[in-house]
């Protein structure tokens, strides 16, 4: 049973991830709710840095029982999230990786529409994208169906601890990826409702080498698919013909999205040549050559005319003020 004062459990893996980590923690300790815990995972982190964080957090928080630090030995984002959900004490359960961050409200929201709602098993809300891109991450009105396509629900969603007991917790076999993808399925396949959340509740940091490129490689794709399908065969059987159906009409509309991207394209060259086989552009370009030719880059010669050049400019403007 739960204890005490503790309604929700935010479990925090952490790889190597020591330079975001506060972040993430510090993003919690924001939050206009009170009633939970955190528990970070350890999960057999290397980096120096990382580990110095670790420890610091560990003496800050030695005192706060709402703040745990487990360690064990490197075995993956699934099994460092199941075994932070094992010793946790709360009713309901946020996933939030060491990189990434939630907004103050968000907590408090979610956990009032899950005390309110008890059909609903699952709170999502969009996400804001920062790092090395920007810009909100679009998630659609739920539809079990269209999760079958693609993970339609943001990782960092509150969902009952009930629904992690039982399908099993976050299947260890799903090193790469989308293993809370297979995991939302589940719940849906336990008739859960999904509830969206509006409004800026969960930054989610874009990095060119976070684990989710991963799965945008082709062969790692097309093995986590077929995991998913032969996992969850029955599902997939019964909405055989929308899954079919949907998968070619996207693959339509991306082919489609292609050719006009080929024709602008073409468009653009077309100007393009346009110019270059213009008069002033074939001056231009001749200029330039004799330029080279003359003044070869990285030369002594072009070093010294540059030098001139630039006393010439602040002389004239020198001559302009005593005007």
């Given at each position: 049973m739960?204890f005490?004062?503790?309604?929700i459990s935010?479990?925090?893996p952490c790889?190597?991830?020591?330079?975001?980590?506060r972040?993430?923690?510090q993003?919690v300790f924001?939050?206009?709710?009170?009633?939970?815990e955190?528990?970070?995972?350890n999960?057999g982190?290397?980096d120096?840095?990382t580990l110095k964080?670790?420890?610091e957090?560990?003496q800050?928080?030695s005192?706060n029982p709402?703040?745990?630090?487990?360690h064990q030995?490197?075995?993956?984002v699934?099994p460092?999230?199941?075994k932070?959900?094992?010793?946790s004490?709360?009713?309901y359960i946020l996933?939030?990786?060491?990189?990434d961050?939630i907004?103050p409200h968000?907590?408090g929201?979610a956990?009032?529409i899950?005390d309110?709602?008890p059909?609903?098993?699952?709170?999502?809300p969009?996400?804001r994208?920062?790092?090395e891109r920007?810009g909100i991450?679009?998630?659609?009105?739920f539809?079990?169906?269209r999760?079958?396509l693609?993970?339609?629900?943001?990782?960092?969603?509150?969902y009952?601890k009930?629904i992690w007991?039982?399908?099993?917790?976050?299947d260890p076999k799903m090193?790469?990826?989308?293993?809370?993808?297979?995991f939302?399925?589940?719940?849906?396949?336990?008739?859960?409702?999904?509830?969206f959340?509006?409004?800026?509740m969960f930054?989610?940091r874009i990095?060119?080498?976070?684990?989710n490129?991963?799965c945008h490689?082709?062969?790692?794709?097309?093995?986590?698919i077929r995991?998913i399908c032969?996992?969850h065969?029955?599902t997939?059987?019964?909405h055989?013909?929308?899954?079919?159906?949907?998968k070619?009409?996207?693959?339509l509309?991306s082919e489609?999205?292609?050719?006009?991207l080929?024709?602008?394209?073409?468009?653009k060259?077309?100007?393009?040549?346009?110019?270059c086989?213009?008069h002033?552009?074939k001056?231009?370009s001749?200029?330039?050559?004799?330029?080279?030719?003359v003044?070869?880059?990285?030369s002594r010669r072009r070093?010294?005319?540059k030098?001139?050049?630039?006393?010439?400019?602040?002389a004239?403007?020198e001559?302009?003020?005593?005007?």
């Amino acid at each position: 049973m739960p204890f005490p004062n503790i309604k929700i459990s935010i479990v925090i893996p952490c790889y190597n991830h020591g330079e975001f980590l506060r972040d993430a923690v510090q993003s919690v300790f924001a939050s206009d709710f009170h009633d939970y815990e955190i528990i970070i995972v350890n999960d057999g982190s290397e980096d120096e840095f990382t580990l110095k964080v670790l420890r610091e957090l560990e003496q800050d928080f030695s005192g706060n029982p709402n703040l745990r630090i487990i360690h064990q030995e490197n075995m993956g984002v699934a099994p460092a999230r199941n075994k932070a959900i094992q010793i946790s004490r709360g009713e309901y359960i946020l996933p939030l990786d060491a990189d990434d961050k939630i907004r103050p409200h968000y907590l408090g929201m979610a956990a009032a529409i899950l005390d309110n709602k008890p059909d609903v098993g699952v709170v999502y809300p969009h996400a804001r994208l920062f790092g090395e891109r920007e810009g909100i991450l679009e998630f659609p009105p739920f539809e079990p169906e269209r999760l079958l396509l693609h993970n339609s629900v943001v990782v960092s969603s509150v969902y009952r601890k009930e629904i992690w007991e039982t399908c099993g917790g976050y299947d260890p076999k799903m090193k790469i990826g989308y293993e809370d993808w297979e995991f939302w399925i589940c719940a849906m396949e336990m008739e859960w409702n999904f509830h969206f959340l509006e409004g800026d509740m969960f930054d989610y940091r874009i990095r060119p080498d976070s684990r989710n490129s991963a799965c945008h490689i082709p062969e790692n794709r097309r093995e986590l698919i077929r995991y998913i399908c032969g996992k969850h065969r029955d599902t997939y059987a019964k909405h055989l013909e929308y899954v079919i159906s949907e998968k070619e009409a996207i693959l339509l509309r991306s082919e489609l999205h292609i050719r006009n991207l080929e024709a602008i394209i073409r468009e653009k060259e077309g100007e393009l040549n346009r110019i270059c086989n213009s008069h002033g552009w074939k001056a231009l370009s001749m200029y330039y050559r004799f330029i080279n030719k003359v003044f070869p880059m990285n030369s002594r010669r072009r070093q010294i005319a540059k030098h001139i050049l630039g006393m010439l400019k602040s002389a004239e403007g020198e001559g302009a003020g005593n005007t």
